[in-house]
């Protein structure tokens, strides 16, 4: 029998880890008198975002918010050797001033030296909040900072949301993190890896953006059959309500590392539905990779950010730029 103390603390973390895990689902969307059955995709021809001098090989992943008139795109850039986030401001959302890196990789930190990107943006309660992907490349994991404006970022000297247990769905990596405020609760929807490299999408909740909840039944979206277009793959979740549901845009990847932007339709944020097909690219530019979505709602308009590219890579060298489209609901 181990000391009262040990057996305390035993008990204390295996509270611990119970607490790291919950039942629930999101409140019910509000009603609408407009419904969709889905959507069709009307992308801009030209791409909003190109490579420049830091980011000079991809941009990807944006991440828009919209405040007081203006645009804030907080987007992945890589320099050949490591992912960097930078900042973009427009007036409206198609023309972007680059503002130059924010948040880069810190080697002597848990974040290592190859990323500190490929993050979820939200303006929350007066301030900027950023949950974006670092640690090492094999077992990447969501770290979180901080900013009154934009410009001077604060982050947490540790992960916020970190891989599962052993032979989990997300024993090997958690990324792509998309987060939503609905009431006093933020939601995370997020890409997890397991052992076998299948990677699938979960969702957590917080109170506070730094203490998360995995839903215990997790993930809520699997891998297409073989020859889907996500049958090899899927994450990059970007999730909304409107028309009386929560939708979710994400990216399917097949087995020659080709990316498509694939829908389901939910209406409690956790059990989904696939919409059938699937969204391509039409450009020389983003003929072989559409990913990385960010949905606004603006009125009657539901605007998505994507990133594309003209080489089916896994991660980087995509010759990666950054679009826009509206989504165009069917009745």
């Known amino acids: 029998m181990p000391p009262n103390g040990v057996a305390c603390a035993t008990v204390l973390l295996l509270l611990s880890a119970c ?49 007081a008139g203006a645009y804030f795109n907080f987007y992945s850039g890589f320099d050949g050797k490591a992912w960097h986030t930078g900042e973009a401001t427009s007036s409206d959302g198609l023309h972007w001033q680059k503002q130059g890196r924010i948040i880069s990789p810190q080697p002597d930190s848990w974040e290592g030296s190859y990323i500190a990107a490929n993050g979820a943006a939200l303006l929350d309660r007066g301030e900027f909040l950023y949950w974006y992907v670092a640690g090492p490349r094999e077992t990447p994991r969501i770290g979180l900072a901080r900013s009154p404006d934009g410009k001077q970022w604060s982050r947490r000297t540790a992960p916020v949301l970190g891989t599962g247990p052993r032979g989990s769905w997300d024993e090997r990596g ?25 990677q699938r999408i979960g ?13 215990r039944s997790n993930p809520i979206l699997e891998i297409g059959p073989d020859t889907a277009f996500d049958e090899n793959g899927l994450g990059e979740p970007a999730v909304w309500q409107s028309h009386g549901k929560y939708w979710m845009l994400y990216t399917g990847r097949d087995r020659r590392e080709y990316r498509r932007l694939g829908m389901a339709g939910s209406i409690d944020g956790v059990t989904w539905k696939k919409l059938p097909g699937s969204f391509a690219g039409s450009e020389p530019w983003n003929e072989k990779v559409i990913c990385d979505p960010s949905v606004l709602i603006e009125g009657n308009s539901i605007r998505v950010w994507f990133g594309g590219g003209d080489v089916a890579s896994p991660d980087e060298n995509l010759h990666g730029r950054i679009g826009t489209a509206k989504l165009i609901p069917k009745p």
């Open 174 to 198: 958690v990324a792509d993190p998309d987060v939503l405020r609905i009431g006093d609760t933020l939601y995370m929807y997020y890409l997890g890896q397991d052992r076998a490299r299948r």
């Open 19 to 67: 607490n790291r895990y919950a039942d629930f689902t999101l409140p019910a969307p509000p009603p609408s008198q407009v419904t969709a059955a889905g959507f069709d995709w009307n992308p801009d021809p030209s791409p909003a975002l190109s490579p420049g001098d830091w980011d000079s090989v991809d941009v990807l992943n944006p991440s828009v918010v919209h405040d």
């Open 203 to 215: 969702l957590a909740r917080s109170a506070d953006g730094v203490h998360w909840q995995k839903l």
